[in-house]
T-cell receptor, first 113, second 115 residues
Framework: GENVEQHPSTLSVQEGDSAVIKCTYS??????FPWYKQELGKRPQLIID?????GEKKDQRIAVTLNKTAKHFSLHITETQPEDSAVYFC????????????FGQGTELSVKP | GAGVSQTPSNKVTEKGKYVELRCDPI?????LYWYRQSLGQGPEFLIY????????DSGLPNDRFFAVRPEGSVSTLKIQRTERGDSAVYLC?????????????FGEGSRLTVL
């Protein structure tokens, strides 16, 4: 089955710097890769997603890149702000239902003012 | 409703007891998912409903876990003979029906603690 590895597990940056989180997946049939942000004690919320027919997608300060050949995808946050501090999860769609996602282990991002 | 609603938000029980966790999805969302999130981990898929039927229950860890969605809206996750290892946050999510994967809308979760 699908397996998703995410790193780093923790990331600390200064406000205004960029942050990059990387994930790899195992199932070449996976075609959907979302990123969720989870603040402490809160629900995971989708921040950006990408499908396998696209190599890059950008939404303001957030971008995601996908390399299908290497089976890895990355989240890029530019001009980080303290409110970006949270745990970020990557995921890949696994076999089965449209919402059956296999999540990475999470990256705790800390943005220091 | 405005979002996915889950009750109870917190549940403390003793080993061996029976527990029910409830999920009320966003109105009009026909797809409903249960995930389990252990401390420091990403959500782990348990079961997927399309309408009233369980389309994929491959993530349920064993036969102590069962879920229903009798009218295609509210769902209940049932755990029999709870064990300490069942302690986790149980997340429910819903989405619009469709073949293409899309955004999952998660609830705040039910935190289960088994003593």
């Amino acid at each position: 089955g699908e397996n998703v590895e995410q790193h780093p597990s923790t990331l600390s940056v200064q406000e205004g710097d960029s942050a990059v989180i990387k994930c790899t997946y195992s199932d070449s049939a996976s075609n959907y890769f979302p990123w969720y942000k989870q603040e402490l004690g809160k629900r995971p919320q989708l921040i950006i997603d990408i499908r396998s027919n696209v190599g890059e997608k950008k939404d303001q300060r957030i971008a995601v890149t996908l390399n299908k050949t290497a089976k890895h995808f990355s989240l890029h946050i530019t001009e980080t702000q303290p409110e970006d501090s949270a745990v970020y999860f990557c995921a890949a769609k696994g076999p089965g239902g449209p919402g059956k996602l296999i999540f990475g282990q999470g990256t705790e991002l800390s943005v220091k003012p | 409703g405005a979002g996915v609603s889950q009750t109870p938000s917190n549940k403390v029980t003793e080993k061996g007891k029976y527990v029910e966790l409830r999920c009320d999805p966003i109105s009009g969302h026909t797809a409903l998912y249960w995930y389990r999130q252990s401390l420091g981990q990403g959500p782990e898929f348990l079961i997927y409903f399309q309408g009233t039927g369980a389309a994929d229950d491959s993530g349920l860890p064993n036969d102590r876990f069962f879920a229903v969605r009798p009218e295609g809206s509210v769902s209940t996750l049932k755990i029999q003979r709870t064990e300490r290892g069942d302690s986790a946050v149980y997340l429910c999510a819903s989405s619009l029906e469709g073949e293409a994967a899309g955004e999952l809308f998660f609830g705040e979760g039910s935190r289960l603690t088994v003593l």
